[in-house]
């Protein structure tokens, strides 16, 4: 039965090469359309997806309102709060604050690279993000100050006769713009993988902002001074918005309505998986996405492959009756009904497998 299928599908289309080309040409532009669509849609949907904790970690996102004004909707708050947050609630069991360096230049000997992004995390930022080591040991990578952790492509780029050689890299030291003190190599990273809204080519020892010769008092443990990006990590099957409600109390137990601050605080904690397609913060980390356009997009997809198929559909309807007589001969052979629906989908596909070929 096969057989014979495959032998009057191919019969067909060499007796109509026209009609075929028309007819399988829209079927595999609108197939073609659709599937890079959703493969677009997946990939901004994946955005985050890659951490092994993903389901549990979280920002702290910050309102800031004076004279009953909201002046702020961002991202970034004070360098105290996710420590505070961790010593308050049991459900907090790691956070780390960033502190953007932004693009600079890095040197190594007589060699410059420019056009490196650094940026300042706490140790636990390694363990709370799954970023795979090439070498060094994440535990420890960023616990001293003026350690620094950089990606495969920032090594390549210092040091390209070292390539692949990345354990032999440890221990070296780098300037990073004009500081006279150097930094040292403690781990080779992997590349931040393109669906992380967060992104880095040097991660720097958090420690070294307010410990090193020029201190940075403030990024320590700060309610008055607001620069830093928080994330936190909840215990597994924390419902964060339980979490969430008891933050009302944390701003007034921490900044005493807006004496300590100058302003009335307000915090919110939002998905990582959310930071991409779901943001309308300011000082945003890393480029965004919308949902509402993925969503748009998906319809689109959808309505794309329906027009297609119909559109096949009632070409090879317009040829009912050339196929008549096939059919007839099937049915006084015996063919099911089941068995003649089977062959026109059969035909369709083989349609447009021979069109690609």
């Not at 032998?7 to 359309?33: D, E, H, Q």
Request: net charge neutral.
């Amino acid at each position: 039965m096969f057989k014979s299928y495959l032998v009057t599908s191919w019969r067909n289309l060499k007796r109509n090469p026209l009609f075929s080309i028309i007819s399988v040409v829209g079927l595999a532009i609108g197939m073609a359309a659709c599937f890079l669509i959703l493969e677009y849609v997946n990939f901004e949907l994946s955005y985050d997806r890659f951490n092994t904790n993903v389901s549990d970690l979280y920002r702290v996102t910050n309102d800031r309102y004076q004279n009953g004004k909201l002046v702020q909707h961002g991202t970034i708050t004070y360098s105290g709060v996710g420590k505070a947050l961790q010593d308050d609630f049991p459900e907090v069991i790691n956070h780390t604050r960033v502190e953007p360096y932004g693009q600079s230049i890095v040197s190594y000997r007589d060699k410059k690279v420019g056009d490196q992004y650094v940026s300042a995390v706490d140790n636990a930022f390694l363990s709370m993000f799954t970023l795979p080591f090439l070498a060094g040991d994440p535990r420890t990578a960023l616990k001293e100050i003026n350690n620094i952790v950089i990606t495969r492509d920032c090594a390549d780029k210092i040091f390209g006769d070292q390539k692949g050689n990345y354990s032999d890299l440890i221990g070296k030291t780098l300037l990073i713009q004009k500081d006279s003190l150097p930094y040292k190599i403690t781990g080779i990273m992997e590349n931040f993988p393109e669906n992380s809204h967060f992104q880095s080519d040097i991660l720097l020892s958090y420690g070294s902002l307010y410990a090193g010769p020029h201190p940075f008092k403030q990024a320590d443990y700060d309610f008055t001074d607001a620069d830093f990006w928080h994330y936190i990590q909840l215990k597994h099957g924390t419902d964060y918005k339980s979490l969430e409600a008891k933050l009302e109390a944390f701003s007034d137990r921490h900044f005493q309505g807006n004496k300590v601050s100058g302003s009335v605080e307000k915090f919110h904690l939002q998905p990582i998986a959310d930071a991409h397609l779901h943001s309308d913060f300011e000082y945003e980390v890393g480029k965004v996405g919308s949902a509402t356009v993925i969503w748009g997009l998906m319809i689109i997809a959808l309505f794309i492959i329906v027009i297609a198929w119909v559109n096949y559909v009632n070409l090879s309807t317009a040829r009912s009756v050339e196929r008549a007589k096939e059919v007839g001969i099937r049915k006084v052979n015996g063919a099911m009904r089941s068995e003649l629906i089977r062959h026109s989908w059969w035909k369709a596909w083989l349609s447009t497998w021979q069109l690609s070929h």
